[in-house]
């Protein structure tokens, strides 16, 4: 059979590899801007630099096994706003730890661990010295599911039987591939992406079920927080104590919902105070008297914490509250 010229361009097109060594930082930030658009190169030494990488392409699927020296890559706002911003980055630690962050969680990999980062959303990779590593860059349309569990997935670290299997696919097609044999190449790869997918959803589901329990967690912290808001010894201490966990996993659930055991206290403590200063039946002494009550010491701790979170004393709140009213 006679292959014309544009057929075979098409061909090399669909599947193309390459092992390409990098000495300096400038070189570097050019292959980058080609194999992963949008990003840009810091932290990086001026001098003594070195990067190695054997690359394999099959249609819109790239893949990357990188040996580097340190520094670190980030995609900004900018670069977002920039485009290639519908492609998963999966990446495998296979020397050294990488430091990972998107959506406001930072991950360290491991040897064998998997972080994936969207590129739809700024994400941030820090390399360490004499590390390799492997990136996939898949497009959305190439992992199924992927944009229902994106936010909840980036910025974690992943660990199994089927992303060790991927890991072990890919590198021994990234060392072997024939690329004039694209059907085998895309075998490998439709694989692969098929595992990945299906573990990512089991991963998605228990995420979702610790989610569900650390949100009944918080509402039952809350709830102590209300219940016990006139007692002394309400501290994080006591809601850790009574949740039975440990005082950083409380910490933890917290910030998972935007707030911390010390403020909620607080603004449950102020809530009550609130409450009895709107009551008209209540004079200044005891109201002196509950906000001591309400845990903050002394009637001086507690004028300043009031003065400092309304901008005004407990008695000129109380005065402008009945005005208010009337």
């Given at each position: 059979?006679?292959?014309?010229?544009?057929?075979?361009?098409?061909?090399?097109?669909?599947?193309?590899?390459?092992?390409?060594?990098?000495?300096?930082?400038?070189?570097?930030?050019?292959?980058?801007?080609?194999?992963?658009?949008n990003i840009q190169v810091d932290d990086i030494a001026a001098h003594a630099f070195r990067a190695d990488v054997r690359r394999l392409t099959v249609h819109d699927v790239s893949l990357s096994l990188i040996s580097t020296q340190k520094h670190s890559v980030e995609r900004t706002l900018g670069c977002v706003s920039r485009g290639h911003a519908d492609y998963a980055k999966l990446m495998w630690a296979l020397?050294?730890?990488?430091?990972?962050e998107q959506d406001r969680r930072r991950v360290t990999l491991t040897p064998g661990l998997l972080s994936i980062c969207d590129t739809a959303r700024p994400y941030r990779v820090d390399v360490p010295d004499n590390a390799e590593f492997l990136v996939m860059s898949l497009p959305y349309a190439k992992l199924s599911g992927w944009l229902k569990m994106s936010e909840g997935m980036t910025g974690r670290p992943l660990s199994g039987l089927a992303f060790d299997a991927s890991?072990?696919?890919?590198?021994?097609?990234?060392?072997?591939?024939?690329?004039?044999?694209?059907?085998?190449?895309?075998t490998v790869i439709?694989?692969?992406?098929?595992?990945?997918?299906?573990?990512?959803?089991?991963?998605?589901?228990?995420?979702?079920?610790?989610?569900?329990?650390?949100?009944?967690?918080?509402m039952s912290a809350m709830h102590l927080i209300r219940q016990h808001v006139l007692d002394h010894e309400l501290s994080p201490d006591f809601l850790a104590n009574k949740l039975h966990m440990s005082k950083r996993s409380l910490y933890l659930l917290f910030q998972?919902?935007?707030?911390?055991?010390?403020?909620?206290?607080?603004?449950?403590?102020?809530?009550?105070?609130?409450?009895?200063?709107r009551d008209p039946s209540l004079d200044q002494q005891t109201i002196s008297r509950a906000?001591?009550?309400?845990?903050?010491?002394?009637?001086?701790?507690?004028?300043?914490?009031?003065?400092?979170?309304?901008?005004?004393?407990?008695?000129?709140?109380?005065?402008?509250?009945?005005?208010?009213?009337?």
């Open positions: 059979m006679t292959m014309h010229a544009s057929e075979t361009q098409l061909v090399r097109r669909e599947a193309s590899r390459a092992v390409d060594c990098f000495a300096t930082s400038e070189a570097w930030q050019g292959f980058l801007d080609v194999a992963f658009p020397n050294g730890q990488l430091h990972i890991l072990a696919s890919l590198v021994t097609l990234i060392q072997k591939a024939d690329v004039s044999q694209v059907n085998d190449c895309e439709a694989s692969v992406n098929e595992m990945i997918a299906a573990a990512l959803a089991r991963c998605a589901m228990a995420l979702s079920g610790t989610k569900s329990r650390d949100q009944q967690k918080f998972e919902n935007h707030s911390s055991p010390a403020t909620a206290i607080a603004d449950a403590r102020f809530e009550r105070v609130l409450q009895l200063l906000a001591i009550d309400c845990g903050f010491g002394n009637l001086q701790a507690f004028s300043k914490a009031f003065r400092k979170r309304y901008g005004q004393s407990p008695r000129e709140w109380k005065s402008r509250s009945k005005v208010a009213v009337h």
